[in-house]
């Protein structure tokens, strides 16, 4: 089964409540969206596995990736939704290497994206909509912004993409900007 917007909003939210956690499905979903329109994919199917992609991670923290595998395999979604969904978790929690360009832009704009919502907290419009790549970039080097944030993935996916750390944080803030009220990023503006 490939689910629909619909079917995987129903799954997300049956595993998981934390506002945080659905503010932050939902901002990766929009910037799959972005993501797959540049390079002529589907935005449907990238936007349902960057929705599910953390299903399982405030039930399962410590079995992260895998139990979302358990649960989407029961619920017959299509094995390669599954494998880029885990594929997120690279090195971190599990050894699915991200291969195709959906999966290795789901693997870079993961952490990106949880950096630029917490750089967009810290501005006084509290906005995706006014954030500039400089801004993003500035507390990118400060690693005690956002300790939480893996800059070596981002680096990393970046590579495997082919694409500069620049180019990259200006398409997610754009990915983002469109999910801005959902993602609570619409601030004062």
Known sequence: MKPTREQAW???????????LLQHALAVEAVMRHFASLVGEDPETWGVIGLLHDLDYELYPDEHCHKTAEILGEKGVDHDYI?????????????????????KTLYTIDELTGLIHAVCL??????VLDLEVKSVKKKFKQASFAAGVNREVILKGCAMLGRELDEIIFETIAGMRQGAQAIGLQGTL
């Open 122 to 127: 810290m501005r006084p419009s509290k906005s």
């Open 10 to 20: 129903q799954m997300l939210t049956e595993y998981t409540k934390s506002e945080a």
């Open 83 to 103: 494998r880029a969904i885990c594929s997120h978790g690279y090195g971190i929690c599990t050894d699915v290497e991200p291969q195709s360009t959906l999966e």
